[in-house]
């Protein structure tokens, strides 16, 4: 007769915690970034109540790009948290797979939001006759949509790059289990 | 300042694109030629013989067909004392191995009490499965103290002692090629492929040799898939508890296997090249993923930040590296390189 295993349910009820406090902590932290990068120090917030729309639709599409990049961080955080639940571990064991987790977030981190950051100034140098900042600050809407469509497909093609840089952050050891195809 | 910009990535982008399309045509004209196919008639093979002037060596000699079902033969040498270690040093007989243990058991209690200074006061008693009992005796008189360390170790007998069973079993089944895991008995297949690569070193080298200057996976998959598919028994006929596996020397010497004897016999040669290998364990059956670049309509697997294709080795039909309809999860055992 099939069972709910508890340790199997804890591991998961704490990807899930884990899950809300990064997701809230990191769209914050990117959304404050990215508006002072785009209102260069303007109040994004009294632009925003103010119904400054492209402002919203620019902002809006740069903490969905980065939140669909950083969700990669999850899956290895969770295959090594999901080890301490199989056995007994030590509380330095508990400490090495707290710091990796740490590293795993810096790392998904600081790669998607800066890969993004990167991409996203390319591609603004490489349309000099279109300055996107500028005319999104404008409040010009076609400018906004364009950008965020912009965004977003930058973000289908890193998503491939940053899931395979997440994967392999993964510690394997001798033995284990693998998912074939 | 934008046209120059265009005018780069574009070209940039006409240059990556003509690179891709180069690669992707030598990938395809080198591109592997075997075949899946069906059982190829396979001609005997010479039993093996020692070579004159060395008993101790032994000759193997195997024909098979190789990727393009050409006709091979290939001869290797290996020692009959390495052949016949590996053999007798796996496994377990099971009234062997009790008497080694209560051996080694009661080894270990009269060690505990000499160590605590109460041996000449204890009668111990190993007997049956690892079960044991004791007496103790100490005359009118005896020091206080003395009288507390033999009630102390009285104590430890009763309720710790039986602990150290536990850790005696697992070297025993360790130096027998297996692990214990809880109450779960398993091949340990890391140590022995690593065992054998030595052993195997001259099979490895003529087998390399053959294929020449292409990395010969094909070559030594359908040698592997070309041996003999033959269940071991559980039991041998010499009462050795083996859980139906066969040490790669005796595959190779027997030129017969099942799905994860001929895998580890596999692993043991190609960790050689040396590269990785991972045996993976599916109920009912094995396989081996080598490491390496998958082509497009390889089955591949990732650990870590490398990639894996999977290969079938059980034969007897023909499968090329990458082709397999296995699918799940399921626990791998890494060999590394030698």
């Known amino acids: 007769m099939p069972q709910i295993e508890l340790a199997s349910l804890a591991a998961g009820a704490l990807a899930y915690a884990v899950a809300i406090g990064l997701a809230v902590l990191l769209v914050f932290g990117t959304f404050r970034l990215h508006a002072a990068l785009l209102a260069s120090r303007r109040d994004e917030e009294s632009m925003l109540l103010a119904g400054h729309r492209s402002l919203a639709i620019a902002l809006g599409a740069s903490l969905l790009s980065q939140a669909l990049l950083l969700r990669h961080a999850v899956f290895p955080t969770m295959a090594v948290v999901r080890d301490l639940f199989l056995g007994h571990p030590s509380r330095a064991e508990v400490a090495r797979v707290v710091g990796q987790c740490a590293l795993f977030w810096v790392v998904v981190g600081v790669a998607s939001v800066g890969s993004v950051l990167l991409a996203t100034w390319l591609f603004t140098r490489m349309t000099g006759r279109l300055?996107?900042?500028e005319e999104i600050l404008k409040d010009n809407v076609a400018v906004a949509i364009f950008y965020?469509?912009?965004?977003l497909a930058i973000t289908a093609v890193l998503n491939e790059g940053i899931?395979?840089?997440a994967r392999s952050l993964i510690p394997y050891g001798p033995t284990g289990v693998i998912q074939l195809p | 300042m934008k046209k120059g910009g265009c005018a780069l990535f574009g070209c940039a982008v006409v240059v990556g694109l003509l690179a891709l399309a180069t690669l992707a045509a030598v990938r395809l004209l080198a591109a592997d030629t075997s075949e899946t196919g069906p059982v190829p008639v396979r001609e005997a093979s010479p039993r093996p013989e020692p070579v004159p002037g060395d008993p101790d060596l032994l000759r193997l000699t195997f024909r098979f067909r190789d990727p393009d079902e050409q006709p091979r033969q290939l001869s290797c040498v290996i020692r009959r004392s390495d052949y016949e270690r590996e053999e007798a040093g796996f496994g377990f007989v099971r009234k062997q191995m009790v008497e080694e243990l209560n051996r080694a058991l009661r080894g270990l209690l009269e060690r505990e009490a000499e160590a605590r200074g109460v041996a000449s006061y204890f009668k111990i008693e190993v007997f049956g499965d690892g079960s044991f009992r004791w007496t103790y005796k100490y005359p009118d008189g005896t020091q206080q103290r003395v009288?507390?360390?033999?009630?102390?170790?009285?104590?430890?007998?009763n309720q710790d002692a039986a602990k150290a069973l536990q850790p005696l079993t697992e070297r025993y089944y360790r130096d027998h090629g297996l692990r214990l895991a809880g109450d779960d008995l398993s091949v340990d297949y890391e140590t022995l492929a690593r065992n054998a690569s030595t052993p195997l070193a001259d099979c490895f080298q003529a087998l390399k040799s053959l294929g020449g200057g292409r990395l010969p996976l094909s070559l030594?998959?359908?040698?592997?898939?070309?041996l003999r598919y033959e269940l071991p028994p559980d039991v041998d006929p010499d009462g050795r508890e083996t859980l139906g596996f066969r040490v790669p020397t005796a595959v190779?010497?027997?030129?017969?296997?099942?799905c994860d004897s001929k895998a580890a016999a596999f692993c043991s040669l190609w960790r050689q090249i040396p590269a990785r290998v991972l045996l993976i364990l599916v109920p009912g059956h094995a396989l081996v993923a080598v490491e390496g670049k998958p082509g497009p309509d390889q089955a591949s697997i990732r650990l870590g930040n490398r990639y894996f294709i999977l290969c079938e080795v059980a034969g007897p039909g023909r499968s090329r590296p990458g082709e397999t309809q296995i699918s799940g999860s399921f626990q791998y055992v890494l060999i590394e390189p030698a």
């Not at chain 1, 965020?148 to 965004?151: G, K």
């Not at chain 2, 030594?220 to 070309?226: C, G």
Request: glycine residues 2%; charged residues 30%; proline residues 3%.
């Open chain 1, 131 to 133: 300055p996107e900042q």
């Open chain 2, 220 to 226: 030594f998959l359908t040698f592997i898939q070309d």
């Open chain 2, 147 to 157: 009288v507390q360390r033999i009630k102390d170790f009285h104590a430890w007998l």
């Open chain 1, 163 to 165: 899931e395979d840089l």
């Open chain 2, 252 to 258: 190779m010497v027997k030129e017969a296997g099942d």
């Open chain 1, 148 to 151: 965020a469509f912009v965004l």
